[in-house]
């Protein structure tokens, strides 16, 4: 199995690419060893020390580090990691764990509906590129509330993503959007 690594704008993430899928739907985000007692390979990962975040996208596992770890010492052992975990055949996620759908099943209003189709068509798979998850929390007072995953959570280019990015776009096609909050 080869797995293939990538940067991302945060320096203390990285992305890996198994070559397969990951996620067969949705995303999942584990910030800390607590979370991630549902997910085997989270668990080891987070066992390796030094590791902040690992988060699951359709097909790559993004890996956050603290500052004290460098990418030279660890990056083998997310590697070694990854690859035992696909190669045996293990589960990602606990039975109990499956993804849950973004959003209210209830009707949302066409507001919401708009921005919703906006990050999923538009801005998801930019941000996927870099290993990371921009996920829609919420709309209160044309307020748009975004939780950021993966490489996006703590990148030091995350504020300008938002307010040059995805605010802008949603501004442009939405004018009821008179600002986005990261949560």
């Known amino acids: 199995m080869f797995i293939e690594t990538e940067t991302t704008p945060n320096p203390a993430t990285l992305k890996f690419l198994p070559g397969r899928a990951v996620m067969e739907q949705g995303t999942a985000n584990f910030t800390d060893a607590e979370a991630a007692t549902r997910s085997p390979l989270a668990v080891r990962l987070f066992d390796l020390g030094g590791v902040t975040g690992v988060f699951y996208g359709a097909d790559f596992v993004t890996v956050s580090k603290d500052d004290e770890a460098s990418w030279q010492q660890l990056k083998p052992a997310v590697l070694g990691a990854i690859m035992e975990h696909f190669t045996s055949g293990a589960t990602l996620l606990t039975k109990s764990d499956a993804p849950v759908p973004e959003g209210d099943t209830e009707d949302e209003g066409e507001v919401v509906t708009q921005i919703k189709e906006l990050l999923e068509t538009r801005v998801?798979?930019?941000?996927?590129?870099d290993?990371?998850?921009?996920i829609f929390e919420s709309y209160a007072d044309g307020i748009v509330y975004l939780q950021m995953h993966g490489s996006c959570s703590g990148c030091p280019s995350s504020t300008a993503t938002l307010k040059a990015g995805i605010e802008n776009m949603l501004k442009h096609y939405i004018p009821e959007v008179v600002e986005v909050r990261a949560v």
């Open 124 to 129: 998801r798979p930019a941000v996927a590129q």
């Open 131 to 134: 290993g990371g998850d921009i």
